[in-house]
């Protein structure tokens, strides 16, 4: 009989798309892939639904489908509020799981478990383990309860100093150098004042008033810049030219509420400056603080966090409004990692006696939300382009797999999975339009200056609706309510009228015709209670539950995890490796993301949650007869 594991570890890329790793490794590279597939079972068709981020993470740490943890959507619907899609909040809270948790169930049996980055997983209701932030996408930033696509950091997140107006940043100019201290060895140097405001702060940062000075080190114009928290040279942050990063610099940031002070780190890239200094852009990242996203509080002393940044969204909204380019995203990815790696490193080295470890890594998928499209263009050069920046993603993600497995060591079990995977963008349905066509919905297109709204500009809610003239209302990727009276604010239907209305809003969704394309985009429209064949239907689900075609989604949320259109897939990818797992084994048919957790309390030996609801994998096991 083959021995049991004597631990466990999970690693999650978000969106990694299975035939995409699959057509990078036939091209040659990623090593540490290749290995661990040779090393294990590769498992390229796994299925969850809805194919978005908070469920499919909810599903992977609980062993139960979405009906019965409760996470059935990105977004999350509280009860008693208007079913406005602008009152929903980002579905990233632990508290609102109603499954139990594989490391909350192991904790109860004295197992010491390691959790990283891991979405749904903050607040921690452990007591022997160790919890890094995971209330949102990426480390030290919380989305949790928050409206809409809010989201806020530890610190603060990115901006960019810059003579041209941004949303994100602040607008100055130069002008000749006054009143400083220890100058360079130049003539003329110019300086900007900056007032710092620091943006998404969980706690309000005090504004600052920072100093940029620019000179000329030879005779072909402007073309270095120094930024100093005073008018002291000496004390500069860092001196650059352009298309060169800063090194992470530590600074003092006050709380506005108590005065406290806390260490940040950042770093800078300048990414312009004229010779006349008229033109000038300095992206600045955001600032990574060090404590209030770990628990315990004292755990943090185990980390060493005065080098790294966390370089969340990977810069995507700084690229989306033009700040930055695409070899600086690539950039940022390594900063990601380094932030990952080191904290895993050090927790891990820490804590030797380890049970369980769980950590979630999302540059992948913010890559696909900014370039799949590319990946299908017809212009070989942006096709190339695209191409590039994913394999330099995969090779990230693939440096940091070959670290973990040297970490972990041969005895643990290792599981690597993705979440969901994503297809090109499509056509956009406006789901409001196909109910509103049929006289169930009424609206108004929408103006934002909001510069994060830029994300749902691509999905679809492009819209303001006016639920008190609706009979029916779009919410979320995949759910439509009947705006019942008295049940929601400014519902209009009479309860005896509940099922006539569904019955139109299913038939109206069906029979619905893309204005673009003229074909009907939705797949199926079912009951709500007709959808708990596939693991919805539950208490976060609207009256009808609706899925699209593959080829009219943003991405993804929206379809089936058997759905293919173009380069992209929805199918997620399951690997296992380690004790009692055979060798370079390629398992033919599907299997369901609610079966990870079975799998490796199975091969461990330790206590399934209580409400898991898959089954370990006996196929990919060389003695699947552990229990006899």
Not at 141 to 149: I, K, Q, S, V
Not at 286 to 310: E, Y
Request: glycine share 8%; charged share 25%.
């Amino acid at each position: 009989m083959s021995p049991k594991a004597k631990r466990a570890a999970l690693i999650g890329y978000d969106c990694l798309i299975p035939k995409r790793l699959e057509a990078m490794l036939a091209q040659g590279g990623l090593d540490n892939f290749r290995k661990f597939m040779a090393e294990g079972s590769f498992i390229p068709e796994g299925y969850n639904l809805p194919t978005v981020t908070p469920p499919s993470w909810a599903t992977i740490c609980t062993g139960a489908y979405p009906r019965t943890h409760g996470v059935e959507d990105y977004y999350y619907y509280h009860e008693g509020r208007s079913l406005d899609y602008k009152e929903t909040s980002q579905a990233f809270g632990s508290d609102i799981l109603t499954a139990q948790t594989i490391w909350d169930a192991w904790d109860k049996e004295g197992k010491k478990c390691i959790v990283v980055n891991y979405p749904m997983s903050w607040p921690s209701h452990m007591k022997n383990g160790i919890l890094v932030m995971g209330q949102g996408l990426s480390p030290a930033e919380t989305r949790w309860p928050l409206h809409g696509n809010e989201h806020k950091e530890f610190l603060a997140s990115e901006s960019v100093i810059s003579t041209d107006y941004y949303p994100m940043g602040v607008q100055g100019r130069f002008d000749d150098a006054k009143g400083w201290k220890n100058l360079p060895d130049c003539d003329e140097p110019l300086e900007m004042e900056v007032k710092m405001h620091f943006k998404e702060s969980i706690e309000p940062l005090k504004d600052q008033v920072w100093y940029g000075l620019a000179w000329e080190s030879g005779d072909d114009g402007f073309d270095t810049f120094a930024l100093c928290p005073e008018k002291d040279y000496s004390k500069a942050f860092f001196t650059i030219k352009v298309g060169q990063w800063s090194e992470p610099v530590q600074h003092d940031f006050t709380i506005a509420a108590d005065g406290r002070t806390e260490k940040g780190v950042f770093r800078c890239k300048l990414m312009q400056l004229s010779d006349d200094a008229e033109e000038f852009k300095l992206y600045v990242s955001g600032i990574a603080g060090r404590i209030g996203f770990i628990s315990p509080a004292s755990a943090a002393d185990q980390i060493d966090l005065s080098k790294q940044i966390t370089a969340n969204d990977i810069g995507l909204v700084a690229y989306l409004h033009g700040i930055i380019d695409t070899d600086t995203v690539c950039e940022l990815v390594e900063f990601h990692s380094a932030w990952l790696w080191n904290t895993v490193k050090c927790l891990l080295t820490a804590n030797p006696d380890w049970d369980l470890f769980y950590m979630h890594s999302h540059p992948i998928d913010w890559f696909y939300h900014g370039w799949l499209s590319e990946l299908d263009s017809k212009d070989p050069e942006v096709r190339a382009r695209a191409e590039k920046m994913e394999r330099h993603i995969y090779t990230v993600e693939d440096r940091l797999l070959g670290n973990l497995m040297d970490l972990m060591g041969e005895e643990t079990l290792m599981c690597v999975c993705s979440d969901h995977g994503a297809t090109p963008m499509g056509p956009i349905l406006n789901t409001a339009h196909a109910l509103k066509e049929a006289g169930l919905c009424s609206y108004e297109p929408k103006k934002s200056e909001n510069y994060w709204d830029i994300y749902e500009e691509t999905e679809g809610f492009n819209y303001v609706l006016d639920v008190t003239k609706s009979l029916a209302v779009p919410q979320r990727y995949m759910f439509v309510y009947v705006n019942l009276k008295g049940k929601y604010p400014g519902g209009i239907v009479e309860p005896e009228d509940y099922e006539n209305v569904r019955d139109r809003i299913i038939n109206a969704l069906l029979d619905y015709k893309h204005p673009e394309t003229g074909e009907r985009p939705v797949l199926l429209a079912v009951r709500k209670e007709d959808a708990q064949v596939f693991g919805m239907g539950g208490a976060q689900a609207g009256d009808v539950v609706y899925v699209l075609k593959p080829e009219y989604m943003a991405e993804h949320g929206y379809g089936l995890p058997t759905g293919e259109s173009g380069c992209g897939s929805l199918k997620n990818l399951l690997m296992f490796r380690g004790p009692n797992i055979k060798k370079g084994y390629r398992y033919p048919r599907p299997r369901w993301l609610a079966d990870i957790v079975p799998t490796l309390c199975y091969i461990t030996g330790n206590p399934v949650p209580a409400d898991a609801e898959g089954a370990p994998i006996y196929q990919i096991m060389e003695d699947p007869n552990l229990v006899k």
